[in-house]
């Protein structure tokens, strides 16, 4: 039986376009949209239909926005050309400068040598603590209160007031600041060493804040010292807080001694400093060295001397000046009382000067050699010429007496010296000239020469050239008063130079303090040669010499207590009413002794003066000539000194006739 199939379903073609003619593929033109008819209305009576939307212009709108762009582009275009172009240089420089910083490198400062080489002032690393007061502010720190924090760590360690380092710290935009200067290695160490511990602390807190101290920096300088103490301060002076010379030789050879400080200029961030290529360094050149004339060991050797005679008399002071006799350099320079150099803290104004050429005063006797010059100069008498001394001597308004009273005496001139005679200098002197006043010019030419009342050549700050009036200036009683030394006034070192002058042969060398000086660059370069003048003729000299071993070596001489065996010694005692320097009134009196040896072959010339002794004798040959025997003697063994060859030919005291 067939199968019956299931009927066919009808499979729709694929369409074709409208309009498509016998399959041809042609299309038909479209059909045109029929018009949109409008929507009924609501049905509500008596409303009208509602209006379609229109869109604004938006136009207007672009314009504006169009316009305030082009007006800020403007202003941002005006301020870059400010910047980049008209004020680019400031800009540059101002950015510069909060960029790199710059400090000075301090030069260190020449070393002062006594004349064998010996340090008597020198310079050691130090360092200038500073700090950054912006790294202090809150912001930076994260501590609310640094300044205080920082001020109350470091002022015991710097010895300062924790006010003031708080004031300094707190400065608003200050990026520098100077806490302390000159400061030693230890006390950076102790600092350093503080900063590490905070620094950890604030690294076991998480971060929270900073190490106080984290602003705290250090440059490297140099700190002057004295290794001897007060030996020789009145020289040396010293150097103050800025690291320049206050006083003595540190304030008159500053220039040469502080070299030229160099600059470091590098860039910094937060107060470190960042390598850079912008970096500069210009490094500092060192201080020239200076070698003095001084011989350490002579200075101290002086200096205890006169210190110790000072303390026993109850003293203001005193002085001592050793020289030598054929260069005018001076070996020592003493003053009592003195300083320390090293630490001034305690130490008043009026000490910090240098007393043996600043002090002046009436010399008394030991200024009786000049006049005796004078006389022998001028042929007016000879060592053994009679004077006859009386007890009293009247002239002008005054009656003029010696140290002790006595019958007449009949002297030599050369007894005259040796017992110092007042009245017999008056008289001598008196033949200078046919009246007083040619007298009287006549012996002020010879002072002159001899240094009184003229700076001495060292140049030295606030050394006085002392008082001598013109002689038509003298009053009554100096016609006859300056004579013996009393009327006129002069310092330690002129009176030395006086003796150094008759010991030289008459001829006057200017005294010395700077042997030499050696630059940065090893080269030594010799001190000028000084000064030379004739005084008196050699003849002159050595008579003089002989004089002045009679007031030493002879019994009848005042000077006995400055005998030094072995050696032949020329000296001369002086006890001078004094000056009280407050009141300008005579009070007290100055004691001295000045002197030289070998006298056959003179050498070294030494002076002591004491000022105001109140305890004990005040006679200058019993109080300074065991200082000047005590420093001689040390003097002479030093320098390998010679005992004298010869005898001294002795000349008497008193005259004889027919001697």
């Not at 033109?29 to 018009?35: G, Q």
């Not at 302390?180 to 929270?208: F, H």
């Not at 003595?248 to 050879?253: V, Y």
């Not at 070294?604 to 109080?623: E, S």
Request: glycine share 12%.
């Amino acid at each position: 039986m067939p199968s019956k199939e299931p009927p066919r379903r009808r499979v729709p073609g694929p369409a074709r376009p409208r309009g498509a003619a016998g399959g041809t593929g042609r299309p038909r033109p479209a059909a045109r949209p029929e018009a949109r008819r409008p929507r009924p209305s609501s049905g509500r009576p008596g409303r009208p239909a509602p209006r379609s939307l229109r869109l604004g212009n938006p136009r207007p709108r672009l314009r504006l926005v169009s316009l305030g762009l082009t007006l800020v582009m403007l202003v941002f275009v005006a301020r870059l050309l400010q910047v980049q172009a008209v004020d680019a240089h400031a800009y540059s420089a101002k950015a510069k400068e909060n960029r790199y910083l710059e400090y000075t490198v301090a030069a260190e400062r020449g070393e002062i040598t006594d004349r064998n080489g010996i340090a008597l002032a020198t310079s050691v690393d130090a360092y200038d603590i500073t700090a950054d007061p912006k790294m202090f502010t809150p912001a930076e720190s994260k501590i609310s209160d640094a300044p205080e924090q920082a001020a109350a760590l470091l002022a015991p360690i710097l010895g300062k007031d924790a006010a003031t380092l708080t004031a300094q710290l707190s400065k608003p935009g200050s990026r520098y600041t100077v806490l302390a200067r000159r400061q030693t290695p230890q006390v950076w160490k102790q600092i350093k060493d503080l900063k590490s511990v905070l620094a950890d602390k604030a690294a076991e807190n998480g971060g929270k804040g900073t190490s106080a101290l984290a602003g705290v920096f250090q440059e490297p300088t140099t700190k002057r010292v004295y290794p001897n103490g007060d030996l020789a301060a009145g020289i040396l002076g010293f150097v103050n807080a800025d690291g320049k010379g206050g006083g003595g030789l540190e304030s008159q050879l500053n220039e040469e001694l502080a070299g030229q400080d160099g600059k470091i200029r590098y860039a910094q961030s937060g107060g470190r400093r960042v390598p850079t290529a912008g970096a500069k360094e210009i490094p500092a050149v060192e201080g020239t060295d200076v070698e003095l004339t001084i011989d350490r060991d002579i200075q101290w050797a002086a200096q205890r001397a006169i210190s110790e005679q000072v303390e026993a008399s109850k003293a203001d002071g005193g002085y001592v000046v050793v020289q030598n006799t054929r260069t005018g350099e001076l070996l020592a320079m003493a003053n009592a009382p003195g300083f320390d150099p090293n630490d001034l803290s305690t130490v008043g104004a009026g000490s910090l000067g240098n007393a043996a050429l600043q002090d002046v005063y009436e010399p008394g006797s030991t200024a009786k050699v000049m006049s005796m010059a004078a006389v022998l100069e001028e042929g007016a008498a000879t060592p053994l010429t009679h004077v006859t001394v009386p007890n009293r001597l009247h002239r002008g308004d005054r009656l003029f007496k010696d140290d002790i009273d006595h019958k007449t005496w009949e002297l030599t001139l050369n007894g005259v010296l040796a017992k110092s005679s007042n009245i017999g200098t008056i008289l001598a002197t008196g033949q200078l000239g046919k009246t007083q006043p040619e007298a009287n010019k006549v012996l002020y030419s010879y002072l002159r020469k001899f240094g009184i009342g003229r700076p001495t050549g060292l140049g030295y700050p606030g050394e006085s050239a002392g008082i001598l009036a013109e002689p038509q200036d003298w009053s009554t009683s100096q016609q006859y008063t300056i004579p013996f030394g009393q009327g006129l006034s002069l310092n330690a070192v002129q009176a030395a130079s006086v003796y150094s002058t008759i010991a030289n042969g008459g001829v006057r060398i200017a005294p010395t303090l700077v042997r030499g000086t050696k630059g940065a660059d090893g080269r030594y370069t010799q001190a000028a040669k000084p000064e030379e003048t004739r005084v008196v003729s050699e003849k002159t000299a050595k008579e003089l010499s002989t004089m002045l071993e009679s007031v030493v070596g002879d019994e009848e001489g005042t000077g006995t207590k400055a005998r030094i065996p072995g050696y032949r010694v020329a000296g001369k005692t002086g006890t001078a009413n004094r000056v009280d320097p407050v009141s300008g009134v005579y009070d007290g009196y100055t004691a001295s002794f000045a002197g030289f040896a070998p006298a056959d072959d003179p050498q070294i010339t030494v002076y002591c003066a004491i000022q105001n002794p109140t305890k004990g004798d005040y006679f200058g040959g019993q109080i300074c000539g065991p200082i000047y025997k005590k420093v001689m003697e040390f003097a002479l063994k030093t320098l390998q000194t010679e005992p004298s060859g010869t005898k001294s030919p002795g000349l008497p005291v008193y005259f004889q006739a027919g001697g």
